[in-house]
């Protein structure tokens, strides 16, 4: 294993997480509506990304457990990148959905990875044990960015989408390079694949072993299955709310200038969610499911009120439920994962996830435009 620096490893990995989550299009819900795309299309555009997702997700977790979570994170980005040049060049509905079957693959080659290549560096040097900081530093990054991408959707409607995705073409060059610099680490107990494998036969014999290995124990492991169902379901109830309250928000007459702050607000309930929850990590794993669960569910319900604060308050709150639930979920499945088997396995959670909003995505974009 190459000789590096645990402190210069996670700035890196945050650093990337920032420039990987800066984008103009946060807000693609409503750049897609201004386009003259209906609620019912772009809910059918989700669905594509997703049923893309399900497709790759596995493999990818397979590929960064083969070939090295630094090689799938580069991978990531290329995908993104090709998916925002479709998005600028886009001029039918078709393209806008190919476009979201490059930015699923950058989704998939991400999902996972970063958390692997994070909890085997910090094991490497044994601090995995500050493993939960690191990850609820992520998600308050996650959630701060994705609000600022989101506060600038009046600025994206403003100079138009193929403007704004070039920008976000940019940013993403930047991330390429900081990607470059991470070190890839290889825990000692597991096998060193890159030496192992020679040849074709042997790299698909290895993939086929992978996912062996991994069915085999969510099977003994039913824990673990159970916490993934729990957290892509309270996942996908506050993803298709905040999606959609892009729109319903502008429906209920709230000024495309004030858009952007409201999301953003929304967006920080989950920095206070990925924060609280550090609070409470004695608290049963139930009962923090079945609070995250029924807030959610609240803030969905108050959606239809078509009272502004009201549905902005909703907002805030389903996604402050989703990143606590996530964080303890994220948490108890990295302490539950072999490591040689821990990106499949996370690509397993975010399968799942697909399944659930391949069902949902549809149906929520009939819901939302019916209401």
């Known amino acids: 294993m190459n000789k590096f620096s645990i402190k210069k490893q996670i700035s890196t990995l945050y650093a990337s997480t920032v420039l990987g989550r800066l984008s103009l299009t946060g807000a693609w819900v409503a750049i ?16 594509v990304f997703h049923a893309a997702s399900l497709i790759f997700e596995i493999p990818s977790g397979v590929l960064a457990d083969v070939f090295g979570r630094k090689k799938m994170l580069i991978m990531s980005s290329l995908m993104t990148l090709t ?11 078709p393209m806008i959905c190919l476009a979201f079957v490059f930015h699923a693959m950058g989704y998939n080659f991400e999902s996972g990875s970063g958390d692997a290549l994070a909890y085997d560096s910090m094991k490497s040097v044994g601090v995995e044990e500050k493993y939960d900081r690191f990850a609820s530093n992520q998600f308050v990054i996650y959630r701060i960015c994705n609000g600022l991408s989101t506060m600038c959707a009046g600025l994206a409607l403003h100079i138009g989408y193929r403007l704004a995705y070039s920008t976000d073409i940019v940013i993403g060059i930047f991330q390429l390079l900081m990607l470059s610099s991470l070190v890839e680490v290889t825990i000692e107990e597991t096998k060193t694949k890159e030496e192992a494998i020679s040849g074709l036969q042997m790299i698909k014999d290895e993939l086929k072993k992978c996912v062996i290995e991994s069915v085999a124990f969510l099977r003994t492991s039913k824990s673990a299955l159970l916490i993934m169902l729990c957290n892509s379901l309270v996942g996908a109830g506050d993803i298709l709310l905040l999606f959609f309250l892009q729109d319903k928000l502008l429906l209920a007459d709230m000024p495309k200038w004030a858009l952007g702050f409201a999301l953003l607000f929304m967006e920080l309930g989950g920095v206070l969610g990925a924060k609280i929850i550090l609070l409470f990590k004695n608290m049963r794993y139930r009962l923090v499911f079945f609070i995250t669960g029924a807030l959610v569910v609240s803030a969905i319900l108050v959606e239809h009120t078509g009272i502004l604060w009201l549905m902005t308050l909703g907002g805030f709150v389903a996604a402050m439920s989703d990143d606590a639930l996530q964080l303890r979920s994220t948490t108890m499945l990295q302490q539950l994962i072999p490591s040689e088997q821990r990106a499949t396995l996370i690509s397993v959670d975010s399968f799942m996830f697909s399944m659930i909003m391949i069902v949902l995505s549809p149906i929520a974009g009939l819901f939302f435009t019916v209401w």
Request: net charge negative; no cysteine.
């Open 83 to 93: 998916g925002n040049l479709i998005m600028i060049f886009s001029f039918n509905f």
């Open 32 to 47: 897609l509506a201004a386009r003259g795309y209906s609620l019912a299309e772009i809910g059918f555009a989700e669905t």
